[in-house]
């Protein structure tokens, strides 16, 4: 209701000021003023405007930064996110530092060299080394972020997968996460969705050799410090998994298999003692993939091998799950 009242009031605003406006213009045609005729006047009142405006603009961007900060995602709990966090650091460092350069510059020679009837436009064609300047040094820049840039992409997306490299599947589909372990044997077995019915949601192919000791599961368990590999299946459309405190996003697309491997860092009891009780890990839906997208998303917990076998030996396998009796002796 109050925001309700506070947008009745600025339309009331407006209009009051186009108004007070169009009055004006209507006085200064009786007095046989010209009306598009600009004075020395008009342009202090603009040049002060732009000098309040642009310093008040600036004054809420650090506003912003000091009370909005805490909303910002604590560092990162994985090895690559590190470097990531770096990348990310460096780059808003380099922003931040030219926008307050160069943004109070701006408003001031707004004001300072606003219009006056004695002023005299200054010709000037072409300077070379001004040219040279602000082309070469961009450039440098740019190019140095680039590189780093690049460098960190390639070693957070070309991890090595080692024999202690867990794999986990990541099953995304309107509007759910499910995940599959890969068993003792850390294989997942073969998955097609034209399999896919009833209780085999991944459409997991029960003839395939490594599928009986894969398991499913509505979380995501990890091991502190131990590396893990995730792959994506869509079964739908295209969703794309999201795991912020990990830095780690990649699509998932109906028809092929995306992955991303990463280690967590820091347990789910480590952030819950500096970011609250309430702290979850969280795999969440970036792309807007219909409806009830925004309630796609999936806990991740980061916790220690005992922690984990104490989990994961309570899951059924997907041998008990999918097969009867009379199957299972066939296999
Ligand atoms: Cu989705």
């Given at each position: 209701m109050t925001s309700i009242l506070i947008i009745v009031v600025v339309i009331l605003l407006l209009a009051a000021l186009v108004q007070v406006t169009r009055v004006s213009e209507l006085l200064s045609e009786i007095k046989s003023k010209d009306v598009n005729e600009v004075t020395d006047k008009d342009n202090n009142t603009q040049g002060l405007l732009f000098l309040i405006v642009g310093f008040g603009f600036l004054i809420f961007v650090v506003w912003q930064m000091v009370t909005w900060n805490h909303l910002l995602l604590p560092p990162a709990s994985s090895l690559h996110g590190a470097e990531i966090d770096i990348l990310m650091q460096a780059s808003?460092?380099?922003i931040l530092i030219?926008?307050?350069?160069?943004?109070?510059?701006l408003f001031y020679f707004l004001y300072k060299y606003r219009g006056k009837k004695s002023n005299k436009a200054y010709f000037f064609s072409h300077n070379n080394k001004l040219e040279v300047v602000w082309t070469v040094v961009p450039t440098i820049i740019l190019t140095v972020f680039i590189i780093f840039g690049l460098k960190t992409w390639d070693k957070a997306m070309n991890v090595d997968v080692t024999q202690s490299t867990k794999i986990i599947e990541v099953y995304a589909q309107q509007f759910y996460w499910s995940a599959r372990y890969s068993g003792d044997d850390n294989i997942l077995g073969k998955a097609n969705y034209k399999l896919v019915k009833e209780k085999n949601i991944f459409g997991v192919d029960t003839l395939d050799i490594n599928f009986g000791d894969d398991k499913m599961t509505k979380?995501?368990?990890l091991v502190v410090d131990q590396p893990v590999l995730l792959k994506f299946r869509s079964q739908d459309v295209i969703h794309s998994a999201f795991l912020p405190h990990f830095r780690v996003q990649m699509n998932c697309v109906p028809g092929i298999t995306t992955q991303f491997g990463f280690t967590p860092t820091r347990t789910t009891a480590q952030m819950k003692e500096t970011e609250g009780e309430d702290f979850e890990y969280i795999l969440l839906c970036n792309k807007i993939?219909?409806?009830?997208?925004?309630?796609?998303?999936?806990?991740?917990?980061?916790?220690?091998?005992?922690?984990?076998?104490?989990?994961?030996d309570s899951k059924q396998n997907l041998e008990n799950r999918l097969l009867t009796k009379k199957e299972k002796k066939d296999v």
């Open positions: 808003m460092a380099l030219v926008f307050f350069i160069l943004s109070p510059i979380e995501v368990h993939c219909g409806q009830a997208h925004y309630n796609m998303q999936m806990k991740v917990i980061v916790e220690t091998q005992e922690e984990f076998d104490i989990w994961y």
